[in-house]
């Protein structure tokens, strides 16, 4: 139990950890990966080599440390959280080995003078609160997917029926269960666990659900990564007729119910769960505006998909923006998504839901702009490929 005393000591190592959390947490990583090879599934190597992990566990820990006496202030950073555990199948065992190795790298990179017996049993006490509710969430997480129709728990054996290129860079798998059984109807917006054992060590990895719900198979569209294990893995070697282990659907970006028009932004990879967003909305009423960036035409990846359901659908809008373009490629813009590009492609009424995904700089960049034409930040939704992370 987190007495008022330890929560104090807690909040008194704020600046510590404003000024020094990422080397603590490298430090954490650095014991934990190496000691304990059963959680190393969980966190994807790719991410700790370029320091995203380590930064967002030093944001979430600063986050928790800060609003340790009222946590409701944390937000929507909790569900993020147990989603993302939901989606890697983060199990009660895992939080005690987590743990120790969290007091022990602050006991080593604080120091004995600063990090006392009595700020090692404060934080003790306060990652505990916190495992007890992220455990409780998860389970109960857990449970409602394993009861909804169609929805299971763990592993389930996923058949490719299909494997078809989108563009230069992403291709699409679309995934049947082998059971013959129903698929749980996802949200528009969710993304799945992928667990693969490529030279005899277990990988895991999220992929963005690409396609509405059917309940009967899940696509998913995956972007060629230089260098990228698993990536390069299902690009590569994995065809039609071989069988992939799937956890379910998870994740909190998802389309709300709304009958206010819908903007929905994407820049890459990042158009594989608007794409979903989009085919759910496109089942309403509401103005869709879709918006896209890519580098060139060679790399957009569902033009055609779009591009008929504009045609089909006179309520949706939708504008291209490459980098690079020739006069054949019927682009709307060439060069960067600026300010009066996106005021021009927005409708009338700043009174929109959007709805924004790709690398961390467009998001930002994107942000920034929507605050900059009026739009209201709650009305505003957006998520991270890999760790979470600040947009400012």
């Known amino acids: 139990m987190l007495t008022d005393a330890q929560r104090a000591i807690v909040k008194s190592t704020v600046p510590l950890l404003e000024t020094g959390g990422e080397t603590l947490t490298q430090h954490f990583y650095r014991i934990m990966l190496g000691e304990y090879p059963e959680v190393r599934p969980l966190f994807n190597q790719a991410h700790q080599a370029s320091g995203d992990q380590p930064r967002a566990l030093a944001n979430s820990v600063l986050m928790y440390a800060k609003h340790i ?6 937000g929507n950073l909790p569900a993020q959280i147990v989603h993302k555990h939901v989606s890697l199948q983060v199990k009660p065992e895992h939080y005690p080995i987590v743990g120790a190795c969290l007091l022990r790298a602050i006991r080593e990179v604080l120091g004995a003078e600063i990090a006392t017996d009595a700020v090692i049993d404060a934080w003790g006490a306060a990652y505990q609160q916190l495992a007890d509710i992220l455990i409780g969430a998860e389970e109960q997480t857990y449970a409602a997917i394993e009861a909804a129709p169609g929805g299971w728990r763990g592993e389930r054996a996923f058949r490719v029926t299909r494997k078809q290129a989108e563009s230069s860079v992403i291709t699409s798998f679309y995934l049947s269960p082998v059971d013959g059984g129903p698929v ?3 949200q528009p917006g969710q993304y799945i666990g992928l667990r693969l054992v490529l030279d005899g060590q277990e990988q895991r990895r999220n992929y963005s659900l690409s396609s509405a719900a059917n309940g009967s198979e899940l696509r998913i569209s995956v972007k060629r990564e230089p260098g990228g294990r698993v990536s390069e893995h299902l690009h590569d070697q994995v065809a039609v007729g071989d069988v992939l282990q799937l956890f379910p659907p998870a994740g909190n970006f998802v389309l709300r119910d709304s009958d206010k028009p ?3 932004i994407s820049g890459g990879v990042g158009i594989t769960p608007t794409l979903a967003m989009l085919e759910a909305a496109l089942g309403t009423e509401r103005p869709v505006h879709f918006i896209h960036c890519a580098r060139d035409r060679a790399s957009h990846a569902f033009r055609e998909t779009v591009d008929g359901l504009a045609a089909r659908h006179p309520q949706l809008q939708r504008f291209y923006c490459y980098d690079q373009a020739d006069a054949a490629d019927q682009v709307d813009a060439v060069g960067l998504l600026d300010l009066q ?8 009424s700043r009174d929109l839901d959007a709805y924004f995904l790709g690398p961390k700089p467009f998001m930002a960049l994107v942000k920034r702009q929507l605050e900059a ?4 930040p709650a009305q505003t939704h957006f998520e991270f490929f890999g760790p979470a992370a600040a947009l400012n």
């Open 262 to 264: 819908l903007v929905l």
């Open 184 to 186: 749980i109807a996802h």
């Open 373 to 376: 034409l009026g739009v209201p």
């Open 69 to 74: 006496d009222r946590l409701e202030a944390l």
């Open 341 to 348: 590009r996106l005021a021009d492609w927005l409708p009338a």
